[in-house]
C-alpha cells in the first residue's frame, strides 16, 4: 500500500520568510497530492492540491511542486505570517473516479516567529 | 464549497458505554465516506472506508466490532464507538468523497474517562 513520509517534523521561520515542507510517497500509481492545514481542535482545510499531470501549481502566496520521478513533492509558502502558524499534513491518493481515500503524511508543525 | 458536518464536535462519556458519532455531507452526496483518527500531536489514520448501503472495509488493526460504521444514506454515515475504554479517546474525523474530491469535518473530540 501508499506510505508518505513528510519532512521536517517542525519548523520554525521568521514571518516573512519562506517555508518548505517535503513529501514523499511510495505508491507510483498516486495521482493526485493535496495539502492540509490543521490548526488546533479543527479538522483538516485543504489549502492547495496538485494532480500528477502537472508539475507545479502556485495559489498566492503558496505553491506546490510535484516531481514524479523521484516520487517528491513539496509545499512552498512564501511571506510567511503568524497565521500561517499551524499543522501542515501532505497526502496522497489514487483518484479514479468514485474512490477518495488519502493517505496522510505525518504532519509539520510550522511556527512563524514574529 | 462541499461542506462536511460532525456531530456531535466534543463527547465525554464513561467507560464502556457506547458512543455515536455522525458525519453528514450537508450540500453534496458522498458516494464514499471515510473515518480517521487522530491522536494528539499526530497525523490522521484512516480507520475505515464506508460506501452508502454496504459493508464497511476496515484498515488492518482496526476492530469492526469495537467501531461499527453505519453508512445509511448518501449524506450521513455514523461511527459508533462500543464499550469505550480511554484508550479510545482521540480526535475522530471523517471526511466524505463526492465531487472529485474528499472533503472533511470539524471533527469530534472523544473524552472517556
Known amino acids: 500500500g501508499e506510505n508518505v513520509e513528510q519532512h521536517p517534523s517542525t519548523l520554525s521561520v521568521q514571518e516573512g520568510d519562506s517555508a518548505v515542507i517535503k513529501c514523499t510517497y511510495s505508491d507510483s500509481a498516486s495521482n493526485y497530492f493535496p495539502w492540509y492545514k490543521q490548526e488546533l481542535g479543527k479538522g483538516p482545510q485543504l489549502i492547495i492540491d496538485?494532480?500528477?499531470?502537472?508539475g507545479e501549481k502556485k495559489d498566492q502566496r503558496i505553491a506546490v511542486t510535484l516531481n514524479k520521478t523521484a516520487k517528491h513533492f513539496s509545499l512552498h509558502i512564501t511571506e510567511t505570517q503568524p497565521e500561517d502558524s499551524a499543522v501542515y499534513f501532505c497526502a496522497a491518493s489514487n483518484l479514479p473516479s468514485g474512490t477518495y481515500k488519502y493517505i496522510f503524511g505525518t504532519g509539520t508543525r510550522l511556527k512563524v516567529l514574529a | 464549497g462541499a461542506v462536511v458536518s460532525q456531530h456531535p464536535s466534543r463527547v465525554i462519556c464513561k467507560s464502556g458505554t457506547s458512543v455515536k458519532i455522525e458525519c453528514r455531507s450537508l450540500?453534496?452526496?458522498?458516494?464514499?465516506m471515510f473515518w480517521y483518527r487522530q491522536f494528539p500531536k499526530k497525523s490522521l489514520m484512516l480507520m475505515a472506508t464506508s460506501n452508502e448501503g454496504s459493508k464497511a472495509t476496515y484498515e488492518q488493526g482496526v476492530e469492526k466490532d469495537k467501531f461499527l460504521i453505519n453508512h445509511a444514506s448518501l449524506t450521513l454515515s455514523t461511527l459508533t464507538v462500543t464499550s469505550a475504554h480511554p484508550e479510545d479517546s482521540s480526535f475522530y474525523i471523517c471526511?466524505?468523497?463526492?465531487?472529485?474530491?474528499?472533503?472533511f469535518g470539524p471533527g469530534t473530540r472523544l473524552l472517556v474517562l
Open positions: 496538485i494532480r500528477s499531470n502537472v
Open positions: 450540500d453534496f452526496q458522498a458516494t464514499t
Open positions: 471526511s466524505g468523497g463526492g465531487q472529485g474530491n474528499s472533503y
